[in-house]
Nanobody, 119 residues
Framework: QVHLVESGGGSVQPGGSLTLSCAVS?????MGWFRQAPGKDREGVAS???????YYGEFVRGRFTISKDNSKNTLVLRMSSLKPEDTAMYYC????????????????WGQGTQVTVDS
């Protein structure tokens, strides 16, 4: 079972930036970030296949970038131009099926890191 530990969440003002990191025991076929706000369904933020293909939620619109730091076995999500509606718990996930933004394709999850965007 893949072990995932997120870090980097916090509070930021609208328009600000944050970088989330996920320490990974082993990369799988697809690595991704999801988020869940109170009272809302979990939604896919970004994912990256083992081949380097990336997928982003429509709401990202060029503001976020997913990447891997192979030297540190870390999955990274760089977020900029943050909006209050980006406020959510962000989860790192690993999957062995086809890569995308469907949470059902991911079978390992981290505990999450909270991101709050508020003035």
């Amino acid at each position: 079972q893949v072990h995932l530990v997120e870090s980097g969440g916090g509070s930021v003002q609208p328009g600000g930036s944050l970088t989330l990191s996920c320490a990974v025991s082993a990369y799988t076929r697809c690595m991704g970030w999801f988020r869940q706000a109170p009272g809302k369904d979990r939604e896919g933020v970004a994912s990256m296949s083992s081949g380097g293909s990336t997928y982003y939620g429509e709401f990202v619109r060029g503001r976020f970038t997913i990447s891997k730091d192979n030297s540190k076995n870390t999955l990274v999500l760089r977020m900029s131009s943050l909006k209050p509606e980006d406020t959510a718990m962000y989860y790192c996930a690993a999957g062995v099926r086809s890569c995308g933004l469907n949470s059902r394709d991911f079978n390992a999850w981290g505990q999450g890191t909270q991101v709050t965007v508020d003035s």
